[in-house]
């Protein structure tokens, strides 16, 4: 049983006996997992404004100059892997174009991004709809797909919440997706096959290159190379959304590459929006044992000494300012530590009051189903599952709808 059903398991049983809440420990692959508050080790965090040789940012500028570009730096080397510098050339081949898909309310765009480098070749496909009603060039929304592709059918047999497409068009957005394994398979014995094995193969020799993750987060920019060139689409207000696993990926790709406008994180869990310091649900120990080819191998090393990690992810939130960024928890998702995402946001907000002083957040998480829109930093807790749904897209529409109209 791989973790994720197990947990669903454990979480079918505590509610059937009716004590979701009582269980405070698990023990999964030889490890206790904490569900318990009152164990949460006390713990300091790396402070976000304070560079490695002591002196404390006061200032956009020194944000942007020195701390951004270290902090940076710091997770390539020891959690997500150095990214490539270049490629050689990258073309766009639209394979298909239906002017009426959606009963006439949308542009069905199917695309394949070619990258070369060093004589070799990889296609990344891109589907995309674009509303007929725009009069403008359309906002988009690109969800990072780590699920099944049929989530995303162009045809529109299936139709799936986790990419509920009708709903987006209806309201103005273009929406796109890719699928992590085309650009890696989301498999540790063959994830290498793609952007890694076919162009940046250097990166599997050294302990510190891309893997999984940095590997579909440097998709994520290629897709973005797309929409610069497409008319019909806003490039200046393409977002960001992954779920889980792809909510790790769309922060990190959205700290890397300052075109994404917004950024959308569902139930990123560890080494996504939850602070890894907290060991509540999920740890960086367990994240390594079971998912070591999504992130660096240096990544390794702190397994059993998370509190000498030089970042935690309050700092990778703190890299999407000023840019508006949203994370989402689910109630029945506690491995993926829905107090300590909440948490890292509040300690990103020293970086985002540089730009925006007036930014407030309370000091404990909202209620469930209560999500917060306008502060740059929005959140929702809702009721349920580890999952991206309705519920969390329509949020994500109306903090864009807020967030693009104050600008
Ligand atoms: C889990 C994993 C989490 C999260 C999740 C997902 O099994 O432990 O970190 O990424 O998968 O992607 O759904």
């Avoid at 947990?7 to 004590?19: D, E, N, Q, R, T």
């Avoid at 296609?123 to 988009?140: E, R, T, Y």
Wanted: glycine letters at 6%; aromatic letters at 12%.
């Amino acid at each position: 049983m791989n973790v994720f059903n197990k947990y669903i398991a454990v979480l079918c049983f505590l509610s059937f006996c009716g004590a979701a809440h009582a269980q405070k420990t698990d023990v999964f692959m030889g490890e206790l997992v904490n569900y318990d508050e009152t164990k949460v080790p006390q713990y300091i965090l790396p402070d976000v404004l304070r560079t490695t040789n002591g002196r404390t940012v006061k200032t956009k500028t020194r944000w942007e100059k020195d701390r951004r570009p270290e902090i940076i730096s710091l997770f390539k080397q020891h959690v997500y892997g150095q990214m490539p510098g270049k490629f050689d050339s990258i073309r766009f081949e639209l394979n298909r174009e239906v002017a009426n898909a959606m009963e006439g309310r949308a542009r069905l765009k199917e695309v394949t991004v070619h990258i070369w480098n060093k004589g070799k070749q990889l296609g990344i496909p891109l589907v995309l709809f674009i509303p007929n009603s725009a009069k403008q060039p359309a906002p988009v929304f690109l969800l990072i797909n780590n699920r099944s592709k049929r989530n995303t059918d162009p045809d529109r047999a299936m139709k799936s919440t986790f990419w509920p497409a009708e709903m987006l068009i209806e309201k103005g957005y273009a929406i796109a997706s890719f699928h992590v394994g085309d650009a890696a398979p989301d498999k540790k014995d063959s994830y290498q096959h793609g952007v890694l094995d076919q162009l940046y193969p250097e990166m599997l020799d050294n302990e510190d290159g891309m893997k999984a993750i940095g590997a579909w987060a440097w998709a994520a920019s290629r897709m973005m190379d797309y929409f610069e060139t497409d008319q019909a689409i806003d490039a200046k207000k393409v977002a960001l959304v992954g779920h889980s696993r792809g909510g790790k990926t769309s922060l990190w790709a959205g700290a890397l590459d300052q075109r994404f406008a917004m950024v959308f994180s569902s139930c990123s869990g560890s080494t996504g929006a939850s602070l890894a310091r907290r060991q509540y649900g999920e740890t960086v120990s367990l994240i390594n044992k079971q998912f070591g080819y999504w992130f660096a191998g240096n990544y390794k090393q702190y397994s059993n000494r998370v509190n000498d990690l030089p970042v935690d992810q309050h700092m990778l939130i703190a890299l999407m300012a000023p840019r508006p960024v949203y994370t989402t928890n689910a109630a029945e998702d506690r491995w993926a530590d829905p107090r300590g995402s909440y948490l890292s946001l509040l300690n990103a907000l020293p970086v985002y009051r540089l730009y925006h002083p007036g930014t407030v957040l309370a000091a404990e998480p909202p209620a469930l189903n209560v999500p917060i829109l306008n502060p740059p930093i929005g959140y929702h807790f809702r009721k349920g599952i580890h999952d991206l749904n309705v519920y969390d897209w329509e949020n994500f529409v109306r903090f864009a709808d807020y967030h693009y109209r104050l600008k």
